[in-house]
């Protein structure tokens, strides 16, 4: 099996990951199995939250933009795709006047403010915004909402892609089993028949995309690991 997981909310929540859940998913992996983690976040953010804690086969960054596979116990980038210097200009000079205060830029390993302080790849720009924003350059960007924010992102990537590229490379003809709690999980969790959401999770879009929930990732694994 294959158990992809969205990070925020879904196995990190209230700042931390619940010893029950990193056990759960140790015994999961231990069985044969393979858990990967498919986030928003980057690889420079996300990093430090599960180091020492979780040892994923696969990690999804970026919403899809960024992706590593575990092979001889260490992470390698098998995928990266960045947005040019130039269109994230054409971007901020728009947003940034409808929306000030309000834009940030991520690069491989930072958080910027100011594209004249960018000096490596840019893997996503950010809209901290809980309204609708409309996007003006569909045919180069991608938005992906989450609460508080829209993650933008160059246009194809998604998390589902990220998804499609991992069961290539281990030749997984089957189904995945998909866990999330947020918009930017919708790609993802509407393309397989094992979705599966959290009982706290209110979000009617991600309810109706969502066959099962369930408590935690905990539980969603005891249930795998008997055989439903």
């Avoid at 720009?125 to 938005?143: G, Q, R, V």
Wanted: hydrophobic letters at 40%; glycine letters at 6%; one cysteine or more.
């Amino acid at each position: 099996m294959i158990l992809a997981s969205d990070f925020d909310g879904t196995i990190f929540i209230d700042g931390k990951i619940s010893q029950k859940d990193i056990k759960a998913i140790r015994d999961f992996q231990e069985a044969g199995n393979l858990f990967a983690i498919v986030t928003g976040r980057s690889f420079a953010s996300l990093f430090p939250l599960i180091d020492g804690k979780l040892y994923p086969d696969a990690i999804i960054c970026n919403n899809g933009g960024h992706i590593f596979i575990r092979r001889n116990k260490k992470l390698e980038e098998v995928f990266k795709t960045s947005i040019s210097k130039a269109k994230a200009k054409s971007f901020l000079d728009i947003y940034s006047k409808k929306i000030p205060n309000g834009m940030a830029i991520f690069t491989e390993n930072a958080k910027k403010e100011l594209l004249s302080k960018v000096d490596e790849d840019i893997m996503a720009l950010a809209i901290y915004s809980d309204d609708k924003i409309p996007n003006y350059f569909p045919e180069d960007f991608d938005f992906h909402y989450s609460i508080g924010v829209i993650d933008v992102v160059k246009k194809g990537i998604n998390k589902q892609r990220g998804i499609d590229f991992i069961k290539d490379y281990y030749s997984f003809d089957r189904e995945i089993i998909a866990i999330g709690d947020d918009y930017n999980d919708i790609d993802f969790l509407k393309n397989t028949p094992f979705s599966f959401t959290l009982d706290y999770v209110t979000n009617e879009a991600v309810r109706d995309v969502c066959k099962f929930s369930v408590k935690s990732m905990a539980a969603l694994i005891e249930n795998l690991m008997e055989g439903i």
